[in-house]
């Protein structure tokens, strides 16, 4: 039976055809840094403070100073208490001035805010004092949308397609992203970013699939190009929330880009490959037709003829990853590989505010770095294969936040450059688990492996906004929280194959990568020794049963 990595040969290997496909996946991939981190400029701290208009009943004409100085208890440092006010009294203003008031109470009444102070999330919802939690919250629960995703559009990507799941999620994330910006409450702009975050994740794994299945040997590259969207997108949210600091228009802003591309429907296919896991012979054929014509190459009518489908049709079952021998060390490794990962990203990327230096110019900087990190990959993985890329680039991001909690705050400069390292190393290896995962997994379950794999990143991802707050206690014991896993998981990762120039695993049979028919003919055009006879005669055998 003719392989799948036959066509890709006469298909070519990345042609025109592959490029315009990634150009298209990769567009929604830009808005992705706003979802994900957006909400760090809506709620920057400002001064705030106690409302305390009960006083102007018996003092309407009082100044702000003398209303403040009456009703708002100070702290050590002199300055007003912002979270606390002196318990209002049924006095008249001359006994309030003479005996002072000395009970405290919370917040009671609301907060007051800077007057022309454009309307953040933060202010709107009143995200202070008691209710700053929440702050945290929201993106947890964000993060658990992308958890949900994983798991739903994970199994069902490998079961009715990866083409409807990349529509719907774009559909979903662009009209409840919308929505976000006329939340009336917090707990609908909770709601409706979970479900963004769903969309998201659907999004993220199906542009992985496509990406990875369309292209030959040079998916790494195709896999990080799409990747570096994200960086553009990156860079693109610092501009972004500099320029527009009213939350509402910011949230139109970020979503609202999504709707130019509704003529997906008509353009974006389906994996050849996978229709070929599910028996759908005649689809598979069209497409790669139409794939080749684009290429100006050519598919012989009897290559077509051999294309049948693979032995094995019915779809694998996430049990199949625990039960199968030979895919059990993998999927488990990668599970706590992309935890690592996405736990020492997300945990750099949502500390953006607490560096020291200004918020706008570090995400620039963070958003700068991620473009050369995505970029290296390709040579790193061209160069050092995927083990060695994976296990040395998670280290090196632990190591980055472990040294960061030795350095004394009044240095802001060096703990942004540290933190500019870490997250250089740490997105390098999230492009990198992304595609080794693709390539350790079969066709048959891919989706549903890589599903598992970015549910337990969702994971990482939901404990690290509710890690922040223990900054309370330790400046150091977030980072330090941060950076643990990923040095001991980075070891772990020596013990996974290799997968360097190795064609996909289809089926749970073959989910060992296969060197493809070219390396195969590579190896049989050179000299062996006579020891080498045999080898050379099973290379030829292999070649002819193709």
Known sequence: MTEFGDFMNVLGDFGPYQKLLIFFISLPLLLNPFQMIGQVFMVLEVPHHCDTSWIRAVGPNLTEEEQLNLTLPRGADGAYEQCRRYSPVDWDLDSIRSYGLNATEECRSGWVYPAGQPPSLLTEFDLVCERKDLKDISQSIYMAGLLLGAIIFGALSDRVGRRPVFLISISLQGFFGLGTAFAPHLYVYMAFRCVVGIAVSGILITSLALATEWVGVSRPKAVLITHCCLALGQVLLAGLTYGVRNWRLLEIAGNAPLFALFFYIWVLPESARWLVTKGRIEEAKKVLQKAASFNKRTIPPELLEQLNPVKQTKSGSILDLFWKKQLRKVILI???????????????????????????LTQLAFGAVELPARLSCIFLLEWFGRKKTQAVLLLLSGLMCLIITGIPEDQPVVITVLAIIGKFTATASFSTSHIYAAELLPTIIRQTGVGLCSMSARVAGVLAPLIRPLAEFHQAIPLAIFGSPPVLVGLLCFLLPETSGNDLADDLRSAKPQLRSKNLEELAKKDFTDDGADLKKDIYRSLESK
Do not use: E
């Open 334 to 360: 990668m599970l706590v590989t992309w935890f690592a990962n996405s736990l020492v990203y997300y945990g750099l990327s949502l500390s953006v505010t607490s560096f020291g230096l200004d918020i706008y």
